[in-house]
């Protein structure tokens, strides 16, 4: 990443004079276009910005809302409020919020495979699951090497049907998102094959947690929420990586909170273009952070809490849904989500 705390503090000046006194987000008063809160860092970001799109603040009221993902079948937004142990959903037809499941076994992410059924990877359970359409639950992962998992945090769809997903243990280090209990295994990014074998594939990370691929599948990025703070890229070999490197880094841009921000969930758009979830700094860094596929940070979306995670969603992935601490947002972006949720 190459954009310096100076460049990136200067790049905010205006916005935060313009909108930090003003904003409404109650949205009973409408927002001047563009958006003042959706900023260019660099030039190559202005083509991304859908000028007349706000951001809206769709539900509030949750404790900590994670694992957006849309079903393009069902045309609904899902998502968790891990203390809650609830699934919602948001419809677009007229905004209407329900709990769509209780008793969630405080799960963290969410995803759809290529069949439209919902996977989840629960905290209280320590267990990858996926909703079949019947309804039943078929357990997909809940041990290795005949220990249970820590607690799987997130993952994504392979078009060759595997499902990668992250075990950083964070719902088994507190009983407010799961159930407290000791790790026994090195926190690692594993492999759900078909087949249903799970393979590790790698622990190279101190906390791995969001997880997405590129567009075209040859490269998937983690986030590591423990030291530094960074998110890493790898190249995808089947089954397999290889040539793992940092992507960027996610420093604290606040004098005085250096190395405290970091980011969380993250999705790729069609163009390679990484848009992360960042918070734990404050105004003027918490929101979604947009990288070029070469790792500069080229975009803000500036939000008034912590981001935990991002997906495209909308009949055509060109809306983006965040959840943020206790709030669902969205804004439309002229570009496409890489994948289907």
Not at 22 to 44: F, H, K, M, N, S
Not at 119 to 126: N, V
Not at 135 to 148: R, S
Not at 176 to 186: A, I, Q, S, T, V
Request: with cysteine.
């Amino acid at each position: 990443m190459t954009t310096d705390r100076r460049t990136f503090l200067s790049s905010l000046v205006a916005a935060t004079a313009t909108s930090a006194l003003a904003r409404d987000w109650t949205g009973q008063t409408p927002e001047r276009y563009p958006d003042p809160d959706v900023i260019a860092l660099d030039p190559a970001f202005e083509k991304l910005i859908q000028g007349n799109s706000p951001i809206r603040r769709l539900h509030t009221g949750m404790l900590w809302a994670e694992g957006p993902a849309w079903n393009g079948t069902g045309n609904y937004l899902v998502w968790s409020d891990i203390p809650n142990n609830a699934q919602m959903r948001w419809l677009p037809e007229d905004g209407h919020v329900s709990v769509m499941r209780n008793n969630a076994n405080n799960s963290n992410g969410n995803t759809f495979d290529h069949q439209g059924r919902q996977i989840s990877f629960e905290h209280g359970t320590r267990r990858v699951v996926r909703y079949e359409l019947d309804g039943k639950i078929t357990v997909l992962a809940d041990k290795f090497d005949g220990k249970p998992l820590n607690a799987p945090n997130d993952g994504a769809v392979h078009p060759d049907g595997s499902i990668w997903f992250t075990d950083p243990g964070y719902g088994s280090m507190m009983d407010y998102e799961g159930n407290k209990g000791e790790l026994l295994l090195k926190e690692s990014v594993y492999r759900i094959d078909p087949g249903g074998e799970i393979t590790k594939i790698t622990e190279d990370l101190e906390k791995p947690n969001g997880l997405c691929f590129s567009p075209d599948y040859k490269k998937v990025y983690v986030v590591d929420t423990g030291s530094p703070k960074n998110i890493r890229v790898y190249d995808v070999d089947g089954a397999k990586v290889k040539n793992g490197k940092v992507f960027a880094t996610n420093k604290g841009q606040l004098s005085d909170q250096e190395d405290k921000g970091n980011s969380d969930g993250i999705r790729c758009d069609i163009e390679g273009n990484l848009w992360a979830s960042a918070g734990w700094i404050g105004d003027g860094y918490d929101g979604v952070h947009v990288f070029n596929p070469e790792g500069k940070l080229i975009g803000f979306i500036k939000l008034p809490e912590t981001a935990s995670n991002v997906c495209f969603g909308g009949p055509k992935r060109n809306r983006l849904f965040i959840t943020a601490s206790q709030s669902l947002y969205s804004v439309y972006v002229n570009t496409r989500g890489a994948h289907h949720c």
